[in-house]
């Protein structure tokens, strides 16, 4: 009898990305570089475990669950998180005891004991062997439970495809069943009530009703279609310009290796800029770039001005996030002031050319007097300047 494939809501994914990447991660088991996303979101899973580990409320004292954060934190080099330096692994941490301390506080008087945290089940169907682990499952009384998957990236609304698979996985599940009993012998039947996302950066949940028979059927109808490829051994890649320029098998994928016109055939695309000379193309896209330009101007104007009104200085898209930058410039109105008084100082040599740069540089300086410091202020006007910085949402 042949085996069952081994399956996750993970590696389906992967396949749906690109098969090629996914037969040189599972098929051929060439590891991909570390990540820090991964890192971090590992590091917070395992807080939310030690979080609940006690069979009954409270929490263990914050400081615990933060001396408990920093070990697990310190076990591990910057280079093995994956982050490109030092001072960015230092960001991470601060940002992950930000985001204890505010999951504490607003969960703290909650009483709640889940049934099971990191809750990992096998379950053999349809020729698969599919392994599911779920972060949290709450019991809600009368047999019902309650589905909770955290997620630590800056992506806040998700489809619900993941909690269908856990849905799945958990429906006639022998191992949820004996927990259940064992804690509430009473008990008979076991369902699914809800399930959701809890978005721990901003402490937000996306709750999401069972899905339907109907629904389910649809979707292991995709499971199925996407393990028969697999088995198969249906690889052939599928390029495209982000994944492929983030992918950590580039190097040795054949995508990369193939002619221009070999590519294109291979993504089944038409070259629909190939009757166009490359100074129209080059047009094209000085049109597209200022069109471009103008509705971001639009844009960055318009979310300054919210984010302003609102008072923050973050905030997320579906795909996108956005910081307020904010930049004090120092001006002067009266030039001509401001040049006599540096004479009157004996500073004007110190700038060289009086240049606002100039200036603000001495002015920050342990060479300028306090009283000359104060004299050159009074000339001085201060604007705050806000810019966004836009970056894409990280899974």
């Not at 954060?69 to 692994?89: C, I, M, N, Q, R």
């Not at 292991?220 to 052939?236: M, Y």
């Not at 307020?324 to 004007?348: P, R, W």
């Amino acid at each position: 009898m042949a085996a069952k494939l081994s399956f996750s809501y993970s590696k389906m994914t992967l396949y749906k990305e690109c098969p090629q990447k996914y037969k040189f991660r599972y098929i051929l088991k060439i590891p991909e570089k570390p990540k820090y996303y991964f890192a971090f979101g590992s590091a917070l899973h395992k807080v939310m475990e030690y979080l609940y580990s006690s069979l009954k409320p409270p929490f263990p004292p914050l400081e615990k669950v933060l001396a408990f954060f920093k070990a697990d934190w310190e076990s591990s080099t910057y280079e093995e998180k994956g982050y490109p330096s030092k001072l960015k692994e230092q960001e991470g941490y601060l940002e992950g005891i930000k985001i204890i301390e505010a999951y504490y506080k607003k969960h703290l008087q909650d009483e709640l004991s889940p049934l099971a945290t990191e809750f990992r089940t096998t379950v053999d169907i349809d020729g698969l062997s599919v392994i599911g682990i779920v972060d949290r499952i709450d019991y809600l009384g009368e047999g019902k439970v309650s589905i909770v998957d955290y997620k630590t990236g800056k992506k806040i609304n998700r489809e619900p495809d993941q909690l269908m698979m856990y849905q799945k996985l958990m429906t006639g599940n022998k191992d949820l069943e004996n927990i259940v009993k064992n804690r509430y012998p009473q008990t008979d039947n076991i369902e699914v009530s809800n399930m959701l996302f809890y978005h721990l950066p901003s402490l937000d949940s996306q709750t999401f009703e069972p899905a339907s028979e109907e629904e389910i059927k649809e979707f292991w109808s995709r499971v199925l279609t996407v393990a028969a490829d697999i088995k198969a051994g249906n690889f052939a890649p599928d390029p495209g310009e982000t994944k492929c320029r983030f992918c950590d098998y580039k190097d040795m994928c054949p995508v990369w290796k193939l002619s221009p016109s070999e590519l294109q055939e291979l993504r089944g695309q038409e070259n629909q800029e190939s009757a166009k000379s490359p100074m129209d193309i080059l047009s094209d896209k000085i049109d597209a770039y200022g069109k471009a330009l103008l509705e971001a101007e639009t844009l960055e104007g318009d979310i300054i001005a919210a984010m302003r009104k609102e008072d923050i200085n973050r905030h997320f898209g579906k795909e996108f996030e956005v910081s307020l930058l904010t930049e004090e410039k120092l001006d002067f109105k009266d030039k001509q002031k401001v040049v006599e008084t540096l004479k009157e100082f004996n500073l004007l040599g110190k700038t060289l050319v009086p240049t606002l740069g100039k200036i603000k540089e001495l002015l920050e300086s342990d060479f300028i007097k306090p009283e000359q410091r104060e004299a050159l202020l009074k000339l001085a006007r201060y604007s705050t300047e806000y810019k966004l910085n836009c970056s894409k949402t990280e899974e």
